[in-house]
């Protein structure tokens, strides 16, 4: 499929608001995504990684969930993308590793 200018630019917002997110954590470690440009926003699915500093503490808290939540929000908000509801779009993994 040829991408459209739209499509490009949508693209290009997603990048700037993932790396202003993972910038702006300490937890948020990397995040991945796909899409279906036909229907886009609700069709975007991120994983998030996150970063736990004990290994013998892994568990995903709901306040570290809350609070990346929030970030990733805001990030794609600054880039003029609005979600219905980003929690269905948002998946966590976990990892002890230096980010």
């Known amino acids: 499929m040829k991408n459209s200018r739209a ?24 995040i991945n995504y ?7 926003p609700n069709s975007l699915k991120m ?4 970063y736990q500093k004990q290994p013998e503490n ?3 808290t709901e306040e570290n969930k809350a609070k990346s939540i ?11 993308i609005k979600f219905r509801d980003i929690r269905k779009n948002i998946e ?6 230096n980010p």
Request: net charge negative; glycine share 2%.
């Open 92 to 97: 966590f993994d976990l990892t002890t590793d």
């Open 34 to 40: 796909t899409v279906d440009w036909s229907n886009f």
């Open 47 to 50: 994983q998030c990684l996150i």
């Open 70 to 80: 929030k970030i990733i929000q805001l990030s794609f908000l600054k880039q003029g």
């Open 58 to 60: 892994i568990e995903l």
């Open 7 to 30: 499509t490009l630019k949508f693209s290009l917002n997603i990048r700037k608001a993932i790396a202003s997110a993972s910038n702006e954590s300490e937890i948020l470690k990397d």
